[in-house]
């Protein structure tokens, strides 16, 4: 069996369920601005580059500029976390779990740092080696970009650390939406989706877990050996 080499996780909705405070600030930013907004609307962002949506909430007649929507959006979120921090079943343990058979991790999210800095400075030291955000990439997701740029930072250490280089095939993403497996499939990385908001089409690119909940490190390495088939 291959060696899992690393886990490269998204993070709303993935590794924490942070989707109903981005929908309630969306909500209540549109109605401020005399817009109106709804379920279908809302979920249409799940997954999203925040450019994106900033771009729909404008539509919905949000008055602001894409990066004011984003800030505003993002600092809702992050006060709500920090009452709160939403984890999806089974994350955390899956994540100590890889710590302690010293598999590598990282954050791969289209959030802004703010955010994501204060879901990893709430786990334990070293659980995610680092985060990959949506301010730090110039196109998000469906596109790779910040799939590669995670996995390009991780692979300039790899060989050093354990004497073998990094490879994609031995690399697992683990995602909620469509934008996000579309982007660790094109990444070239084994694709763990786990649908939760959203329905996945059934293409056969990635496979399907109904949850977290007693993943363990074992099943993701029988994922680099096994074709990945549609949810059933």
Same mark, same amino acid.
């Given at each position: 069996?291959? *060696?899992?080499? &690393?886990?490269?996780?998204?993070?709303?909705?993935?590794?924490?369920?942070?989707?109903?405070y981005w929908i309630e600030s969306e909500y209540k930013?549109?109605?401020? %601005?005399?817009?109106?907004?709804?379920? *279908?609307? &809302?979920? !249409?962002?799940?997954?999203?580059? !925040?450019?994106?949506?900033?771009?729909?909430?404008?539509?919905?007649?949000v008055q602001m500029s894409a990066q004011q929507i984003?800030? %505003?959006?993002?600092?809702?979120?992050?006060?709500? $976390?920090?009452? @709160?921090?939403?984890?999806?079943?089974?994350?955390?343990? /899956? /994540?100590?779990?890889?710590?302690?058979?010293?598999?590598?991790?990282? +954050?791969?999210?289209? @959030?802004?740092?703010?955010?994501?800095?204060?879901?990893?400075?709430?786990?334990?030291?070293? =659980? /995610?080696?680092?985060i990959v955000t949506g301010d730090m990439v110039s196109?998000?997701?469906?596109?790779?970009?910040?799939? %590669? /740029?995670?996995?390009?930072?991780?692979?300039?250490?790899?060989? *050093?650390?354990?004497?073998?280089?990094? =490879?994609?095939?031995? $690399?697992?993403?683990?995602?909620?939406?469509?934008?996000?497996?579309?982007?660790?499939?094109?990444?070239?990385?084994?694709?763990?989706?786990?649908?939760?908001?959203?329905?996945?089409?059934?293409?056969?690119?990635?496979? #399907?877990?109904?949850? +977290?909940?007693?993943?363990?490190?074992? %099943? +993701?390495? =029988?994922? !680099?050996?096994?074709?990945? #088939?549609?949810?059933?």
């Amino acid at each position: 069996m291959s *060696e899992l080499q &690393a886990v490269f996780w998204d993070m709303d909705g993935t590794l924490v369920d942070t989707e109903p405070y981005w929908i309630e600030s969306e909500y209540k930013l549109v109605k401020a %601005h005399g817009g109106t907004w709804n379920e *279908e609307k &809302a979920h !249409l962002l799940v997954g999203q580059a !925040l450019s994106y949506s900033a771009g729909i909430l404008q539509e919905a007649g949000v008055q602001m500029s894409a990066q004011q929507i984003i800030d %505003h959006l993002t600092a809702q979120v992050v006060a709500k $976390c920090a009452e @709160s921090i939403p984890w999806r079943p089974g994350a955390r343990d /899956l /994540l100590a779990e890889l710590q302690a058979e010293q598999v590598r991790a990282a +954050l791969v999210t289209m @959030s802004f740092t703010p955010l994501a800095r204060a879901i990893h400075q709430a786990l334990p030291a070293g =659980q /995610l080696e680092f985060i990959v955000t949506g301010d730090m990439v110039s196109a998000g997701k469906p596109d790779p970009e910040a799939y %590669h /740029l995670a996995f390009d930072k991780m692979a300039a250490d790899h060989a *050093e650390r354990t004497g073998a280089p990094l =490879q994609r095939s031995r $690399c697992i993403a683990i995602e909620d939406s469509v934008p996000g497996t579309a982007a660790a499939t094109a990444s070239g990385m084994v694709t763990l989706a786990i649908p939760h908001y959203t329905p996945l089409p059934e293409t056969g690119q990635w496979h #399907v877990f109904d949850t +977290l909940d007693g993943a363990r490190v074992e %099943h +993701l390495r =029988q994922l !680099l050996v096994r074709d990945p #088939v549609p949810a059933v």
